[in-house]
């Protein structure tokens, strides 16, 4: 399984970017997808996970302002993120778990196997 995430930047406060992470690998119709980011400093933290049958659960920091979605056909996975503040500023990451495992209740890193690179999202104030 190869991931690969793109689609950060540089944005300001209140402004929004789509994240995107592209899977290459033959489970991905079958996997749960998160994302997960990790600021300087900082453990890397769970943000949003989605099921293959489109079951969503977010991290409380980012409810109602972030969105994930997944284009199955097209083994694409999406973060979109609105009204940003300068807190989301971190590397993000997609990640897949084992094959028809759902979303773990209190979701970390451990509970995925394959990542892929990040890609960097900075906030300014």
């Known amino acids: 399984v190869q991931l690969q995430a793109y689609g950060g930047g540089l944005v300001q406060a209140g402004d929004f970017l789509r994240l995107s992470c592209e899977d290459s690998?033959?489970?991905?119709?079958?996997?749960?997808i998160g994302w997960f980011r990790q600021a300087p400093g900082k453990e890397r933290e769970f943000v949003a996970a989605?099921?293959?049958?489109?079951?969503?659960t977010y991290a409380d920091s980012v409810k109602g302002r972030f969105t994930i979605s997944r284009v199955n056909a097209y083994m694409m996975s999406y973060l979109q993120m609105n009204s940003l503040k300068p807190e989301d500023t971190a590397v993000y990451y997609c990640?897949?778990?084992?094959?028809?495992?759902?979303?773990?209740?209190?979701?970390?890193?451990?509970?995925?196997?394959?990542w892929g690179q990040g890609t960097q999202v900075t906030v300014s104030s």
């Open positions: 690998g033959r489970t991905y119709s079958t996997a749960t």
């Open positions: 990640a897949q778990r084992a094959v028809g495992l759902g979303i773990p209740t209190n979701p970390n890193p451990t509970d995925f196997d394959s």
């Open positions: 989605i099921t293959w049958r489109g079951g969503r």
